[in-house]
Each structure stands twice: as C-alpha cells, then as structure tokens.
C-alpha cells in the first residue's frame, strides 16, 4: 500500500511518499502519478520511500509489485498518495492610508487582495521597515490605529500554509507634527474680540465651534462661555 497524502507549496520538495512490500527482497514495482509511469528495480527494504516536485497536483498509485518469487496480483495492490500543491502566499494590498493631524488621530487600515491568512501585523517608523519593527499581534484583516505622535507605516504577514509568509504592500499615516494650539482662560474687565485671545502661536484663524464651524472675524464680540 502506498502512504503520504500532503499538501506542498509549488516547487517545494515533497515528504516521503511511502510504499510498504511484503515478501523477500529484492523488489520490484511500478507506480503512477496519473500521467508518467515510474519503474524501480531492485529494492532491498520495506518500505520503499521516495519524494517528489511538482507543479501540479498529483495522486500516486502502485501499479505492479513482485519480490524475489512472486508477482502480486491486481487485487492485493492498494491505495493511494496525494500531494497537493498550495498556492504560494501574496500579502496583499492595504487600504487606508491617510495623513492624520498630532496627538488626537484614529482610523482603520484594511487588508485586501490577499492570498492566505494573516499572522500577524507590524509597524515601523522607517518606510522600508529596516529599523525597529514592533510586531502587532492580531489576525485579523483590520487593524486600528489611535493617537499617533510620528509618521508610522503598516504591513500584514500573511501566509498560505504550507507556503512561506509573504509581506502586504505598505500602508503609511502620516502624521502632521504641527501640534494644536492651546490657550488658557481669560478674564476681560469690558467687552473683548476675538482678536484679544492668547493662544500659544500666531497665525490662528479661530472658529465657532471645536470642529468644523464658521470661522470668525478678529472683530467678533466674545461671549461669556
């Protein structure tokens, strides 16, 4: 009978297929893979064992089996292998990238086009990840970011067992380094404008409201609040 079902990346080396004989050595056999046909002469232990490379997927059979006095017949000749071939892992592309404003930032990246599942995710502040890479542990096809202070780029391991891991395209938020401005209560003894607030830089176009908003003039009469 013949052994070994298993499934291999394409041009991967296989495990042993296994063929065990009964008998007395030396044997002989013959077995198929549906398309060519192998002869091997000569065989003096049990099991016969042998690998393969394939490009697609095949199943094994024995065909004919003899020892050193008899030739089995058809009917004693049992089983059979298959090795199926995986697809080799693509990591895909991620959705999401964005430039994002220092500090109060959050957003949700994407995985897509993907072969595979995801082991894991990384981050990195260099672009070609060859510095510190912190390993996010999460498998699943998103992943959401919070509160970012630098410029950060993403990527997903994804793999299609048994193939090699494979790397997603880069995903980057950038962050925006100029800080919101900030400014302190104030007190005015008759009535102010807009103009007399003091935040901590200049250049500051003030709004009606904490986002979005009508924008108002230096001119604008302060309100209590």
Same mark, same amino acid.
């Given at each position: #009978?013949?052994?070994?079902?298993?499934? *291999?990346?394409?041009?991967? $080396?296989?495990?042993?297929?296994?063929?065990? !004989?009964?008998?007395?050595?030396?044997? &002989?056999? =013959?077995?198929?893979?549906?398309?060519?046909?192998?002869? %091997?002469?000569?065989?003096?232990?049990?099991?016969? =064992?042998?690998?393969? &490379?394939?490009? @697609?997927? +095949?199943?094994?059979?024995?065909?004919?089996? @003899?020892?050193?006095?008899?030739?089995?017949?058809?009917?004693?000749?049992?089983?059979?292998?298959?090795?199926? %071939?995986? @697809?080799?892992?693509?990591?895909?592309?991620?959705?999401?990238?964005?430039? $994002?404003?220092?500090?109060?930032?959050?957003?949700?990246?994407? !995985?897509?086009?993907?072969?595979?599942?995801?082991? +894991?995710?990384?981050?990195?502040? $260099? /672009?070609?990840?060859?510095?510190? %890479?912190?390993?996010?542990?999460?498998?699943?096809?998103?992943?959401?970011? =919070?509160?970012?202070?630098?410029?950060?780029?993403?990527? /997903?391991?994804?793999?299609?067992?048994?193939? #090699?891991?494979?790397?997603?395209?880069?995903?980057? *938020?950038?962050?925006?380094? =100029? @800080?919101?401005?900030?400014?302190?209560?104030? &007190?005015?003894?008759?009535?102010?404008? $807009?103009?007399?607030?003091?935040?901590?830089?200049?250049?500051?176009?003030?709004?009606?409201?904490?986002?979005?908003?009508? #924008?108002?003039?230096? &001119?604008?009469?302060? /309100?209590?609040?």
């Amino acid at each position: #009978a013949i052994s070994g079902d298993q499934s *291999i990346c394409a041009g991967s $080396v296989s495990s042993d297929l296994s063929i065990a !004989l009964t008998g007395t050595a030396p044997w &002989t056999l =013959t077995y198929t893979d549906g398309t060519s046909t192998f002869p %091997i002469t000569n065989i003096q232990t049990s099991p016969y =064992t042998f690998t393969v &490379t394939v490009a @697609e997927t +095949k199943t094994y059979t024995v065909t004919a089996v @003899e020892d050193a006095n008899c030739v089995a017949q058809t009917a004693d000749i049992s089983g059979n292998a298959t090795v199926t %071939i995986a @697809e080799a892992s693509n990591g895909g592309t991620i959705s999401g990238s964005t430039t $994002v404003c220092f500090g109060t930032n959050n957003g949700t990246l994407t !995985l897509e086009n993907h072969l595979g599942s995801v082991v +894991k995710w990384q981050s990195s502040s $260099v /672009a070609d990840f060859s510095g510190t %890479i912190t390993d996010i542990q999460n498998t699943a096809t998103t992943l959401d970011y =919070t509160n970012l202070s630098e410029t950060t780029y993403y990527r /997903a391991i994804v793999q299609n067992a048994p193939c #090699a891991e494979a790397n997603s395209a880069i995903a980057t *938020i950038t962050v925006n380094q =100029t @800080e919101a401005p900030t400014t302190t209560a104030q &007190t005015f003894c008759n009535a102010a404008t $807009v103009s007399e607030l003091l935040p901590n830089t200049t250049g500051i176009q003030w709004y009606d409201a904490p986002t979005g908003g009508t #924008a108002l003039s230096p &001119t604008e009469a302060l /309100a209590t609040g």
